[in-house]
């Protein structure tokens, strides 16, 4: 009972009454697990990575110890412990197999390989997330490993690469992505078609980005797609068409007041 109220305290975000439940079954693995959960989103990470080690200890089994070794993994890397992070992804990566559970491999591979590209180990990472690819089963992982895999080849100063799978991703994206998921890799690409002095390419990305996003209600990120598409207006040699483009970002900031808008908008200045 005590775990069911952790759980249910995690769910309505009462993260201090959802450790305090936790705390009554100290011989539960699950129970440690949704303690460190809850000192997680306290953003106490120490704390949390003592948790799941402890649920490691009480040898939980199938799902529950992939997930103990995958959240430790997440909070060693948020600690910097990537080295460490990495050997709890590989325990978490052969479990995972062993149990042939292909959708939690998955997300071990790209987990992998993130910490490997912190560690500035472009290669590696980039057979991870292709690894991870191989075993997405729908559009949504699909665009997610494309992403990955472009963010590699990127670092891997191989932009041709990084293009055609960032493109990949956009295109999954408006398929089966959220709008702010399609907003966000076209920004990308975008910025990756700067990053190869293609203006001309980055200039219909971001255009057709303000377009989806103004008949799509999406005043945030067509503001936001007017402020890289003045910078990439700058660069053509149009100042005049890029001073519009931010005029008009600043009417729509003033009726969103977000900072990373104004900020933008600031530095555009």
Not at 85 to 95: C, D, T
Not at 115 to 135: H, I
Not at 171 to 193: I, R
Not at 199 to 206: E, H, K, N
Request: hydrophobic share 40%; charged share 20%.
């Amino acid at each position: 009972m005590q775990l069911e109220a952790c759980q249910t305290a995690l769910t309505k975000k009462q993260w201090t009454q959802a450790v305090q439940a936790a705390e009554q079954s100290p011989n539960n693995a699950n129970a440690w697990l949704c303690k460190g959960r809850a000192q997680t989103a306290m953003q106490q990470r120490e704390a949390a990575q003592q948790s799941f080690e402890h649920a490691i200890t009480l040898n939980p089994a199938g799902l529950d110890l992939i997930s103990a070794y995958l959240l430790l993994g997440n909070t060693q890397h948020a600690l910097k412990q990537n080295e460490a992070a990495l050997a709890s992804y590989e325990q978490a990566l052969a479990l995972s197999k062993h149990e042939k559970i292909k959708r939690y491999a998955m997300v071990t591979h790209n987990l992998k390989g993130e910490a490997l590209l912190e560690l500035g180990q472009y290669l590696p990472a980039l057979e991870a997330f292709q690894a991870g690819e191989k075993l997405a089963m729908n559009d949504n992982e699909r665009a997610d490993s494309y992403e990955h895999e472009a963010q590699a080849y990127q670092k891997l100063q191989q932009l041709d690469k990084a293009v055609e799978y960032q493109l990949k991703a956009v295109l999954m994206q408006k398929k089966s992505g959220e709008p702010d998921q399609y907003a966000e890799a076209s920004l990308t690409l975008g910025e990756l078609f700067v990053a190869q002095k293609d203006y001309i390419s980055a200039d219909r990305t971001y255009q057709r980005l303000m377009d989806y996003a103004h008949d799509n209600g999406g005043a945030f990120y067509e503001a936001k797609a007017a402020i890289y598409l003045a910078e990439v207006r700058k660069l053509n040699g149009d100042p005049a068409s890029a001073a519009q483009l931010i005029q008009q970002a600043e009417t729509i900031a003033a009726t969103l007041h977000d900072t990373e808008l104004d900020a933008l908008l600031v530095k555009a200045k």
